[in-house]
């Protein structure tokens, strides 16, 4: 595990480091994928357009959340920052510098990251929904494409 906490660990730093422009847009997209927004607008939004479709948000992510306190209970991951600090990988306490901020001081193990695994399940119901509903209209425009052709004599 501490190979993945380093290595998380580096793209921290990096992002930190090399991104700090796009803070607000890495805020505002941790924001939009946080667990809580999954139930209190995602869902009653899809499911006035399209009940079936919120259904099917509903459950995955209620199943993605319960997976995610599983995959938590069994890897019990470190945050980096703790980690940081108890990690007998650098010698002298010279350990990496990684800044805190409001939406990284959460309590409890951050592997594996819930607003990863909340965000991926809603994107895939959406994605899913809007090619299903892609499909089924250019089925359509094909079939009326083939009627029309069918009617001239083509």
């Avoid at 994928?33 to 006035?48: A, H, K, M, T, V």
């Avoid at 990988?89 to 939406?103: D, R, V």
């Avoid at 193990?109 to 892609?134: E, F, I, N, R």
């Avoid at 499909?135 to 425009?141: A, E, G, I, L």
């Amino acid at each position: 595990m501490d190979f993945l906490h380093r290595n998380g660990e580096l793209i921290i730093q990096h992002l930190q480091k090399d991104y700090r422009a796009y803070y607000n847009f890495l805020n505002f997209m941790s924001s939009v994928g946080d667990p809580r927004n999954i139930f209190s607008i995602y869902f009653p939004l899809w499911f006035q357009i399209n009940q079936t479709v919120g259904t099917r948000m509903i459950w995955i992510a209620v199943t993605g959340d319960w997976f995610n306190l599983i995959f938590k209970w069994i890897l019990f991951g470190h945050r980096p920052y703790w980690w940081i600090q108890e990690t007998q990988t650098y010698p002298n306490n010279s350990s990496a510098c990684l800044e805190q901020f409001p939406t990284t001081c959460e309590m409890g193990p951050g592997s594996p990251s819930g607003h990863a695994m909340g965000l991926s399940c809603l994107w895939y119901v959406m994605v899913t929904a809007a090619l299903s509903h892609t499909v089924n209209r250019m089925d359509k425009f094909s079939i009326t494409l083939h009627r029309d052709a069918g009617g001239r004599g083509l």
